[in-house]
């Protein structure tokens, strides 16, 4: 059976290059390389201002959503970089949302 996909191609505008980090060492004991993707994705900013002791403190975050698994070298996205409209920034999750019969439908990033 055929999933239908809930993250659309067309709906991919924004531009985004990702860097997800690895677990593990190599065998020198070096940290592994990071996997890289750059493509397109469905990108969504959000502002929320968080209150301090001492003063406001406006947080900006997004979410960035792919069609499909666009890290499979990974099982689970735990952290790394992105840079979207020209600005670095943090990945703070990953959510590979996957259909009843275990394939990815879609990929969600969050970013801080």
Known sequence: ?????????????TDISLEFDREGLNEYGEPLKPVVYSGR???QD???TVLTAEKKLAEITGT???PGDICSDLSVISGGTAEVM???RRILQGK????????VNYTEVLLV
């Not at 590979?96 to 394939?103: E, F, Q, V």
């Open 96 to 103: 590979k949302a996957r259909n009843p019969d275990g394939s």
């Open 1 to 13: 059976m055929s999933w239908p996909c809930l993250v659309l191609e067309q709906w991919c505008k």
């Open 86 to 88: 020209g600005v670095k």
């Open 64 to 66: 960035a959503l792919f």
């Open 41 to 43: 994705c469905n990108y």
């Open 46 to 48: 959000k502002a929320k």
